[in-house]
C-alpha cells in the first residue's frame, strides 16, 4: 500500500522560514505527480504547489515567489521550501501524490505562523 509521511512542520515567527519534506513508500509505480495543499483553520482544501514527473511545478498565486516546490525522484520524495512566512500561510500541510491514477494523501503536517 503506498504511503506518504510528511515532516518539517511546526512553529515559526511571521518571516520566518521552514522546509516540509515527503517520503512515499510501498508499490511505486510511475509518480505522475507530488505537491503540497493545505487547510486553513476553518477553511477547504486549498493547492499550494504541485510538480510533475519531466519538473513541470505550478504555484497557489499567494505562495508564488516565496514558496519553492523540489522532487529527489530517485528517493521518491517531494520537499516545500518555505520563507517569508506570513500568518496566513498557518494550515495543516498535507502531501499529494498521484500514481498510477489515483490520488494519495498524507496525514498532514501543522504549520504555524505566529509571533
Known amino acids: 500500500q503506498v504511503q506518504l509521511v510528511e515532516s518539517g512542520g511546526g512553529l515559526v515567527q511571521p518571516g520566518g522560514s521552514l522546509r516540509l519534506s515527503c517520503e512515499t513508500s510501498g508499490p511505486l509505480f510511475s509518480i505522475e505527480e507530488m505537491g503540497w495543499y493545505r487547510q486553513p483553520p476553518g477553511k477547504q482544501r486549498e493547492l499550494v504547489a504541485v510538480i510533475n514527473s519531466v519538473d513541470n511545478t505550478n504555484y497557489a498565486e499567494s505562495v508564488r515567489g516565496r514558496f519553492t516546490i523540489s522532487r529527489d525522484n530517485p528517493k521518491n520524495r517531494v520537499s516545500l521550501q518555505m520563507v517569508s512566512l506570513k500568518h496566513e500561510d498557518t494550515a495543516v500541510y498535507y502531501c499529494?501524490?498521484?500514481?498510477?491514477?489515483?490520488?494519495?494523501w498524507g496525514r498532514g503536517t501543522q504549520v504555524t505562523v505566529s509571533s
Open positions: 499529494y501524490a498521484f500514481i498510477g491514477m489515483k490520488d494519495y
